[in-house]
């Protein structure tokens, strides 16, 4: 959801897209969609995150077609109910194969994985490259009830930052690391904790939320892209190892 629409986006910036999803048929509609719209070269490729064959084939493919690339955005991520505490879920009764689904897909799969795939060809870009990972506000201050979630996107904020050091220091300055933070946005993921799921009205969770948002509302898919463009272009030539807040102020408000 959210990585579509910044897919769309870049595409509308001048960007050639290439997307990639786990149901292949849905990744070329986009693509089809997005070359139509914005009238650059497009594609759909099938790629399983928790596969590094998959990753790898995938960025074959990707290179065949384009040549070579210039950004890659990880947007993979996101939670599910299993991995989340409850009034019937207990933290010490997690089950441990869903809080390593979350940790995988949001850090190993999501994150880590494809950049090591992509990154060994983008390493030799002669006009360098930009990774830019998903994060999440919680890997600056966890919420409660999604420590698997949690703990996950603190750590792309920690390998955002190393991965940028050590990509500038031992192959080249112009190869830039950088994240985006989304505060919150209703997706399919979190919608179960945010909103009810029989009357659509805001969870106690949901107002809690809005209430400690400067801007009362909940973020958009589109209001990433700004960002994205910005970490994605040379307007941001001397910016790598940050991660940057698209929260509606969230991150600023102490609640009084």
């Known amino acids: 959801m959210l990585g579509g629409a910044i897919a769309g986006g870049l595409a509308e910036a001048g960007a050639h897209v290439a997307i990639c999803d786990l149901a292949e048929d849905q990744a070329k509609e986009k693509a089809e969609a997005m070359a139509k719209a914005h009238h650059v070269k497009a594609g759909g490729y099938g790629m399983d995150a928790f596969n590094r064959q998959s990753i790898e084939s995938c960025c074959d493919h990707i290179h065949d077609d384009f040549g070579q690339v210039d950004i890659l955005l990880n947007a993979v991520g996101g939670n599910m109910k299993g991995a989340t505490t409850s009034d019937e879920l ?5 089950p441990e194969d869903a809080l390593r689904t979350v940790m995988d897909l949001n850090l190993l799969g ?24 998903i994060s999440s506000m919680n890997g600056f201050r966890p919420l409660t009830r999604i420590p698997g979630y949690s703990a996950a996107k603190a750590a792309v904020n920690n390998f955002t930052q190393w991965l940028a050091v050590h990509l500038a220091q031992e192959y080249s300055a112009k190869l830039r690391v950088n994240a985006i933070a989304p505060g919150f946005f209703l997706t399919e993921q979190n919608r179960f904790l945010l909103t009810d799921e029989k009357t659509g009205e805001l969870t106690a969770r949901g107002k809690t939320i809005i209430d400690h948002t400067p801007m009362g509302d909940f973020g958009k898919p ?29 991150s600023a408000f102490s609640g009084v």
């Open 222 to 250: 589109e209001d990433l892209i700004g960002a994205t463009v910005w970490l994605a272009s040379d307007a941001s030539r001397f910016v790598t190892g940050v991660v940057t807040p698209v929260d509606g102020g969230f």
């Open 90 to 94: 207990s933290f010490f009764d997690l």
């Open 110 to 133: 999501g994150v880590i994985v494809p950049t090591q795939v992509f990154g060994q060809r983008m390493k030799d870009n002669p006009n360098g490259a930009s990774i830019i990972n």
